[in-house]
């Protein structure tokens, strides 16, 4: 295996647990006793998990000691980190005995549904220590939904005698935990289902889940090329850089850029606002940055703004039906599509993903944007030179910072421990995450406890809600209160790459939005 210099120095790093983690022995998992006002159709579903209490990590031995077999998968995009969740529950399993094992299943979901694993001895893990991708095992966005699926991974699980199976994965991959945790049990099978929660956007949060891993990574290596092109609107000055960031559902990744950037204009899709209103808002920028000699900004746009324009956000829910159903679109529908750029109307039209929602990731929103704003200026005699970038691919499977190392580090070992202690459709959950390592809390929260109903394909799921961005936050408050200064005065912050060398306050910092 190739590795740069950096890389072989990172794999000397030894990322930092909670104390209470050191030695599994002296831990158990204790229930936490809760109210549920679980929607009753969830109760239906879910007889066997719907009572499943959640647990926090105590002081107080344990007297299971017998080998484990563990099976893990990566399902969904990439996130920086996942192969410290893989190290972690190797390192945990030898603790609990050296005797026990672990497979990795190969390529996602499908392979569990198709039984292609590999053993994952110290040997194959050795070269993947705090580093990024997902390319030990692959990942995979198939999902596990019909009941030959189902019952593919059952026999899977069997033939592997497996006490548990790890999934890490985003709010699609953990809602698919829930579904076979309570298919195993139905039919009789000991192999607890375990949760961890991966997802560069951000969404995947609720009380008891602060951030997915792989965000922080995401958000430093996307502020880097924001800093770096700012630092360049600057001294150019005669380009608007209309930057679009991944982030498929909710604002998190532009909040946090923003926050650590500080561009002229960040659009937060769970603001609502018109395509008109923003249009507007754009070009009066524009026009006002130049009555005072400005003729260049950096405006950031996160990738699915455009599902939370009211007009585009009615023109989907009918396209999508209309694709599902082969229904027409209705006459107000056509009349809002015709309000597009034609290339934007085939973006809009395309091939749905698995779940049948737009691809959003493959409409240039920025483009749709710079041609609207041009024609909101048609006549006005300032500059208007614009430049399109997309953030995307490029923070997924990056090099881990301090933070995901540590805190995939401390997921894994707490879904070992799940496994031993024999508990069921759960996700992993740490708290107290803005903390340093030695403060964090650790508890394992029942997946049922996250679901909703909602759309997919033309008909109702139940699947665990994603978490938007909440417009009375600390976090996005006090980018309120900062943002106005940043229109007309440059106040660009230039973070630079991801250090693992020097002071915490660079190695260690968390997420300002955690902060």
Same mark, same amino acid.
């Given at each position: ?21 050191? %030695?599994?022995?002296? +831990?158990?998992?204790? *229930?936490?006793? #809760? ?8 109760? $239906?579903?879910?007889?066997? %998990?719907?009572?499943? %209490? &959640?647990?926090?990590?105590? !002081? ?26 893989? &190290? =972690? ?14 497979? @990795? ?16 001895? &110290? ?9 990024? @991708?997902?390319?030990?095992?692959? $990942? ?8 030959? #699926? ?97 982030? !498929? ?83 107000? =529908? ?6 597009? *750029? ?15 929602? +737009?691809?959003? $990731? ?57 496994? !031993?202690?024999? &508990? %069921?459709? /759960?996700?992993?959950? +740490? ?12 508890? =394992? ?9 909602? #759309? !997919? ?11 938007? /961005?909440?417009?009375? $936050?600390?976090?996005? /408050? ?16 230039? *973070? ?20």
């Amino acid at each position: 295996m190739e590795m740069s210099f950096l890389q072989k120095v990172r794999l000397q790093y030894k990322p930092l647990l909670p104390p209470i983690l050191y %030695t599994l022995s002296a +831990v158990s998992l204790k *229930p936490i006793s #809760q109210s549920k006002h679980l929607d009753p159709r969830i109760r $239906s579903l879910f007889p066997h %998990t719907q009572a499943q %209490t &959640a647990f926090e990590i105590v !002081r107080s031995p344990s007297s299971k000691a017998a080998p484990l077999r563990i099976g893990v998968v990566f399902s969904g995009g990439q996130a920086a980190g996942g192969h410290n969740v893989i &190290a =972690a529950l190797y390192d945990a399993l030898l603790q609990i005995h050296p005797s026990s094992a672990l497979i @990795g299943f190969l390529d996602g979901p499908s392979g569990i549904i198709k039984n292609q694993s590999m053993p994952l001895t &110290a040997e194959a893990i050795a070269p993947y220590r705090n580093q990024g @991708g997902f390319d030990l095992i692959g $990942s995979g966005r198939a999902k596990i939904e019909t009941p030959q #699926q189902f019952q593919a991974s059952l026999q899977t699980v069997l033939a592997h005698d497996l006490d548990g199976l790890v999934i890490v994965g985003g709010d699609d991959s953990n809602t698919n935990g829930a579904l076979l945790a309570e298919y195993f049990l139905a039919h009789g099978c000991k192999t607890c289902v375990v949760g961890v929660p991966k997802t560069i956007d951000g969404d995947l949060r609720s009380s008891d889940i602060e951030i997915s891993f792989g965000f922080d990574s995401a958000c430093k290596t996307y502020a880097e090329t924001i800093g770096n092109i700012a630092k360049d609107a600057a001294s150019g000055k005669k380009y608007y850089h209309f930057i679009r960031l991944m982030g !498929r559902s909710a604002s998190h990744i532009a909040l946090e850029c923003a926050l650590q950037t500080q561009p002229n204009l960040t659009l937060i899709g769970e603001e609502g606002k018109s395509l008109s209103t923003l249009v507007d808002e754009i070009a009066d920028l524009i026009r006002r940055r130049s009555e005072i000699g400005k003729e260049y900004g950096v405006i950031l746009i996160p990738e699915g703004l455009i599902e939370f324009i009211p007009e585009i956000k009615f023109l989907i829910q009918e396209l999508n039906q209309s694709l599902a159903t082969g229904e027409p679109l209705s006459i107000g =529908a056509r009349a809002s599509l015709s309000i597009f *750029p034609e290339n934007i109307q085939r973006q809009l039209g395309m091939e749905r993903d698995s779940h049948g929602n +737009v691809q959003v $990731s493959w409409i240039e929103t920025e483009q749709m944007l710079i041609e609207l704003v041009r024609l909101k200026l048609d006549g006005w005699k300032g500059k208007f030179n614009t430049l399109r970038h997309f953030l995307g691919y490029e923070g997924r499977s990056c090099l881990p910072t301090n933070f995901d190392a540590n805190y995939c580090s401390t997921l894994g070992t707490l879904a070992a421990l799940c496994v !031993r202690d024999g &508990a %069921t459709g /759960v996700i992993a959950s +740490v708290q107290n995450l803005a903390q340093s390592v030695s403060k964090w809390q650790l508890k =394992a929260v029942p997946i049922v406890d996250l679901l909703h109903f909602e #759309q !997919r394909s033309g008909r109702e799921k139940p699947v665990i809600e994603k978490a938007l /961005v909440d417009l009375k $936050s600390s976090s996005y /408050v006090h980018y309120k209160k900062k943002c106005h200064a940043w229109e007309l005065e440059d106040h660009y912050l230039v *973070p630079g790459p991801i250090q693992f060398f020097g002071p915490a306050e660079l190695t260690d910092a968390v997420p300002v939005t955690l902060r």
